[in-house]
């Protein structure tokens, strides 16, 4: 560990001693403006409107949901769930409303195996058998009801007028709806093809049986949709066409108010997801096998090649070991213990570590014991803070709408392990620990985040499948080392999963002699070419008094920052400096 780091540290230590837990905290920060950064133009509106309206980030997370899901269809929306990271100025409360899907009481662990055995993804991906019971109706009664300021009604009007008037299709939209027509069940066609046709971009897409169930959630909160006329149309149509929730399922679906997963490095305060989502873990130890190995060493392919190799272990330890806590013993302690991380950074050599080599011994151990999808950040006036990662896992998720009700079911069954060790969409292979049971959520990789440092505060999180937690990792580590929000959502970026064992990249991360020196240690390459993420980041530097947020050019979103008035009293008010960047942010900052 070098000198800088020691002495971050021995500041950190000193500061949580001085600081008792249950301490008043008095300082309470506000920024000199505020900001939205969502996926669609029109969802950031909507944020901006609540906003202007009074409302905090709470209810304009609320806002932003509900018209995500009706202008982003494929990405994510009622018939889904997500991870909503909060931060609450005032009382300096985090907090991580997980509105996972969970699996239905009749689901079994050989629900998408075929008589021999054999998984057939096809069950655990298209039509309502894939779909997992919805959690976004409820965290948006909760986050309202809870967190926000104003009525749920007032909070879910954009996203009704959006649904009801309907809105102008955009490319991106019109591409995603031809791509999976052949996968929409009877109800979705005639929403997202109205009269048998792709509508254009430009067009007007209208969605009343959407724009009814968003009504009645406005009257009956989310009651209306778990309970009501909406639960029984939403069971009946999954349970006539093969699929098995029951009207208890829904009745029964909860949202959990969880601690985030936090994590401290080089002076940086991590906040983010914890199980359900791999986030918090598979983060916690990338950072510590890091901080072990007194990265990065001063050549750029060792450094590259040393992060990637964190990347393959904490990886494969989310195969192994991950899944929902709250239905099977997952060691975090040990595998994020001092000792165990200092045993794998002692692992890394100078040559990549074929992720068969590891698989065998690590797996029998675990035998034995058993831009689809959407990102938003809001900050503001106040200084509260929203981080949230919503799905309805692939595009379009499962393709299936039970008729009446405008809610498109998501496929997020298929993020558990439909069987051992069988590649699931994203190609991640799961064991014991992400079986299916009925109630358990699936494990996920949405790892919507807050970063607090020297720098201010960051929020982000991005779409991306099992590239979530890498791209989350490099963006922070981007902020970390003096980029911008701009570049840290637009830096290239590259991957590492365990298995599939290949680093994958976008064509700007590596340069044709960068990569033949990755093949040199023994690493196997592979360029993609599309579905690397959709960040939406919010930075508010604290010394510097301002605020910037960045729309990932890699999608269509929009990110607005908004002066607002400095309230007496209020404004920012300096920051306590915890430690500096590693000293050589100028390098790093063009590694990655
Ligand atoms: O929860 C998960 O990890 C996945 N269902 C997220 C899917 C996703 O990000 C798709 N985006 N490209």
Redesign the pocket.
């Given at each position: 560990m070098n000198r800088p780091i020691r002495r971050t540290l021995a500041a950190l230590a000193l500061l949580a001693a001085a600081v008792p837990a249950t301490a008043q905290v008095t300082e309470v920060y506000h920024p000199p403006a505020e900001a939205v950064a969502t996926a669609h133009p029109l969802a950031t509106e909507a944020g901006l409107e609540v906003l202007a309206a009074g409302g905090n980030a709470f209810d304009a997370a609320v806002a932003v949901t509900a018209a995500l899901g009706v202008v982003e269809p494929y990405?994510s929306g009622l018939g889904g769930?997500?991870f909503f990271l909060l931060h609450r100025e005032g009382d300096k409360l985090d907090l991580l409303v997980d509105a996972?899907e969970t699996a239905p009481g009749a689901a079994t662990g050989d629900m998408y195996l075929d008589r021999n055995g054999e998984p057939i993804a096809r069950l655990s991906r298209e039509g309502p058998l894939a779909a997992g019971i919805p959690g976004t109706a409820a965290a948006l009664q909760h986050l309202s009801e809870t967190f926000g300021e104003r009525a749920l009604a007032d909070n879910l009007a954009p996203a009704i007028r959006l649904a009801d008037e309907g809105f102008p299709v955009n490319a991106e939209l019109s591409a995603r709806i031809t791509a999976m027509a052949h996968r929409f069940s009877p109800a979705a066609q005639a929403v997202f093809m109205p009269g048998g046709e792709v509508p254009a971009s430009g067009e007007t897409l209208v969605q009343k049986d959407l724009a009814g169930t968003l009504r009645a959630m406005a009257e009956d909160g989310a009651e209306a949709f778990y309970e009501g006329a909406v639960a029984e149309k939403l069971q009946r149509g999954v349970f006539s066409d093969g699929g098995i929730w029951s009207l208890g399922d829904l009745a029964l679906y909860r949202v959990k108010e969880r601690a985030p997963a936090r994590i401290d490095y080089r002076g940086y305060r991590i906040t983010t997801a914890p199980l359900p989502?791999?986030g918090g873990v598979t983060l916690e130890q990338i950072f510590k096998i890091l901080e072990a190995r007194d990265w990065p060493p001063s050549d750029d392919t060792a450094a590259r090649h040393e992060l990637i190799e964190a990347m393959r272990f904490a990886y494969r330890d989310r195969a192994v070991y991950l899944g929902d806590a709250d239905f099977v013993d997952v060691p975090v302690a040990r595998i994020t213990s001092d000792d165990y991380i200092a045993d794998i950074a002692g692992r890394i050599g100078t040559r990549a570590t074929p992720s068969e080599s590891m698989e065998v011994a690590s797996m029998q151990e675990a035998r034995a014991k058993g831009?689809?999808?959407?990102h938003f950040s809001i900050l503001d006036r106040w200084g509260n803070r929203v981080s949230a990662?919503l799905?309805?896992?692939?595009?379009f998720g499962s393709g299936y709408m039970p008729p009446g009700t405008g809610v498109l079911l998501?496929n997020?069954m298929?993020?558990f392990a439909t069987a051992p060790l069988v590649p699931n969409?994203?190609g991640?292979v799961h064991t014991e620990a992400n079986s299916i049971a009925p109630h358990k959520r699936?494990?996920?990789?949405?790892s919507p985040t807050f970063v607090d440092g020297p720098r201010g505060v960051f929020i982000t999180g991005?779409?991306?499948?099992?590239?979530?937690i890498t791209m989350v990792l490099l963006s922070t580590l981007a902020h970390m080392n003096g980029l911008p929000a701009e570049l840290a959502v637009t830096a290239p970026r590259f991957h590492h999963q365990f298995l599939p064992d290949v680093v994958q990249f976008e064509s700007g991360a590596l340069t044709e002699p960068q990569r033949e020196k990755l093949r040199e240690r023994g690493h196997k390459l592979e360029e993609v070419t599309r579905?690397f993420?959709?960040m939406q980041a919010i930075h508010w530097d604290l010394r510097r008094g301002f605020v910037d947020a960045a729309s990932d050019p890699r999608g269509f979103g929009r990110a607005v920052v908004r002066e607002v008035p400095v309230e007496a009293g209020a404004g920012a008010v300096g920051f306590v400096e915890l430690g500096g960047a590693s000293s050589d942010a100028a390098r790093l900052a063009s590694l990655l």
């Open positions: 990405g769930g997500g996972r989502s791999a831009r689809q999808t959407t990662t799905s309805i896992n692939t595009w998501n997020e298929d993020d969409a994203y991640l699936p494990l996920s990789s949405m991005t779409p991306g499948g099992s590239r979530i579905d993420g959709n």
